[in-house]
């Protein structure tokens, strides 16, 4: 069964620093992975996905993932983090041999930014 | 904006009630999906559309019916809920079911309380 794993409830960070959300997943076959973000009161926000090809994606408002298929691992990173960064992270996987299409959502990370 | 809009963003209902929660999608979307978030919980998923079509029914108590009219809308009709069904309804949508590269674009969530 497709599972997906974000160990860290809460992740702090000063701003201007590097900041690393973490994801690892379990599935069958090729992944399509998934980061999402969501502000308070507002629906998740596609923030990028990796599909095949090159191990480091890069997404919107300066984020990006590396995929690591040995770890199985798709943690979100950005070189210099900001305070409208604070929001609730959620990484999510799809698809692999059995997977069929559901999308599979972590529990989500809060990630807070220190001014 | 994503181009996914949800009414109402705010509902209180008794346990007697009937209502019912309304998305719109403005994307050329083929596939709608209902989500459930609660707080601390993944996201769980409870109905998916396809053409119009039901695809995905995960379990859910028959006091939640959906509806497809059209590819464009979405409906989650609400009778004789349960305080433990209060949380925030997630409609999203994506161009297809079947691709699992497709990205979700969700709304903003309707935040049901049941008194």
């Keep these: 069964a497709q599972s997906v794993a974000q160990p860290e409830d809460q992740v702090n960070v ?9 994801c690892t997943y379990s599935v069958s076959g090729n992944p399509y992975l998934f980061w999402y973000v969501q502000y308070p009161n507002r629906g998740l926000q596609f923030l990028l996905k990796y599909i095949t090809g090159d191990n480091l994606v890069k997404g ?49 990370t809060r990630l807070f930014v220190k001014a | 904006e994503t181009g996914v809009t949800q009414t109402p963003r705010h509902l209180v209902m008794g346990m007697t009630n009937k209502k019912s929660l309304k998305c719109e999608q403005h994307l050329g979307h083929n596939a709608m999906y209902w989500y459930k978030q609660s707080a601390k919980k993944p996201l769980e998923l409870m109905f998916v559309y396809s053409l119009e079509e039901r695809v995905e029914n995960n379990s859910v108590p028959s006091r939640f019916s959906p509806e497809c009219p059209n590819s464009s809308h979405l409906f989650l009709h609400l009778h004789t809920l349960q305080p433990e069904d209060s ?16 990205t979700q674009y969700f709304g903003p969530g309707t935040r049901l309380t049941v008194l």
């Design chain 2, 87 to 102: 949380a925030l309804y997630l409609c999203a949508s994506s161009q297809t079911w079947g691709q699992g590269t497709d």
């Design chain 1, 14 to 22: 000063a701003e201007g620093n590097p900041l690393t959300v973490k």
């Design chain 1, 60 to 108: 919107s408002y300066g984020f990006e993932a590396e995929f690591n298929k040995s770890q199985t691992s798709f943690h979100l990173k950005k070189p210099s983090a900001l305070v409208s960064d604070s929001a609730l992270y959620f990484c999510a996987v799809r698809g692999g041999n059995t997977g069929g299409f559901k999308t599979i959502f972590g529990a989500g």
